[in-house]
């Protein structure tokens, strides 16, 4: 069971990690993708969800409910974010900008859920924004960092936001989450559509394909996949599994799309995947022990 729900997880990741490949082969505004994306994906799962037969939960408690709304509106604000960053500084270093993420969720989470902060959290998020620099170097140095990479912070820090209300919607559980998450996405999207263009949005055949293959497989199937398997997986694996997202994400724009990384760039990236590897491992490896201590282990 275990080495399926592996097989799931590490699926959905390298999926994930292949949005910006996929994405950048579709020849519509980055809105325009995000768009399509969530309301494909939020269909699928809606349907499958309908007839899993699980339990609803949503409408049981209204704060939780309101919770997973506010992580679904984060989440649909954090993939515009994104998409915009992937085609104005490409995926691979969008991707390292993004992945600040989990280093701000950590930062936010002495405020949220009253956690202590560590010397390797604190050593964790200076290792990441040093490798910020390292990644965006000479705009730094010129007083003019791009706009690209002031994209994929803002998609970092709607990342944060959506994982920490998406935490304390707790009693809202299974396919039920992401579903109502992505829907709420859509929304999001949507809404934020109406105001900047008008509808409906131009899809050339060619694009069609691309656009099914984001929505079903990457959005809903990788979705469904990644929800469905870590709750069945210890928390150390789908920690250390986690980098395999933007790893992919780095070996697909190398190899697909011919983009590459500096010397500097490098040293960013390493940075920043190590500081925020760090400062987790440390993270989790502090609750064990606390947890074993409380259990007198």
């Not at 984060?74 to 915009?84: I, Q």
């Not at 069609?208 to 709750?231: D, E, P």
């Amino acid at each position: 069971m275990r080495n399926k729900s592996a097989l799931k997880y590490i699926t959905a990741l390298i999926l994930f990690g292949s949005n910006g490949i996929v994405a950048s082969y579709i020849t519509l505004s980055s809105y325009e993708i995000v768009f399509t994306r969530t309301l494909i994906g939020a269909l699928f799962l809606a349907l499958l969800f309908v007839f899993s037969g699980q339990e609803r939960r949503f409408w049981k408690n209204k704060t939780h409910s309101l919770y997973l709304i506010i992580s679904g509106v984060a989440m649909g604000a954090s993939w515009m974010f994104l998409f915009e960053a992937y085609r104005q500084i490409g995926v691979s270093v969008a991707t390292l900008a993004y992945y600040c993420g989990p280093v701000i969720v950590m930062i936010f989470s002495q405020i949220v859920f009253k956690e202590k902060i560590t010397i390797a959290k604190g050593a964790g998020f200076f290792a990441v924004i040093l490798g910020m620099f390292f990644l965006n170097q000479q705009a730094f140095l010129q007083g003019q960092p791009s706009r690209g990479l002031g994209f994929g912070i803002l998609a970092a820090m709607m990342y944060a936001f959506m994982v920490i209300f998406n935490k304390k919607a707790v009693s809202i559980t299974g396919l039920e989450n992401p579903t109502w998450q992505l829907m709420a996405s859509f929304v999001t999207v949507a809404f934020f559509l109406v105001f900047r263009q008008a509808f409906p949005i131009p899809v050339e055949s060619k694009n069609l394909m691309l656009i099914l293959l984001l929505g079903v497989v990457n959005t809903g199937v990788g979705c469904y996949f990644y929800f469905s398997s870590i709750g069945d997986l210890p928390v150390q694996t789908v920690a250390m599994l986690g980098y395999l997202e933007p790893l992919s994400a780095l070996f697909f724009s190398a190899a697909l799309l011919g983009e590459s990384l500096d010397f500097l760039q490098l040293i960013g990236a390493v940075l920043i995947l190590g500081g925020a590897a760090f400062g987790e491992w440390f993270h989790r490896k502090q609750s064990l022990e606390i947890s074993k201590d409380s259990l007198g282990v």
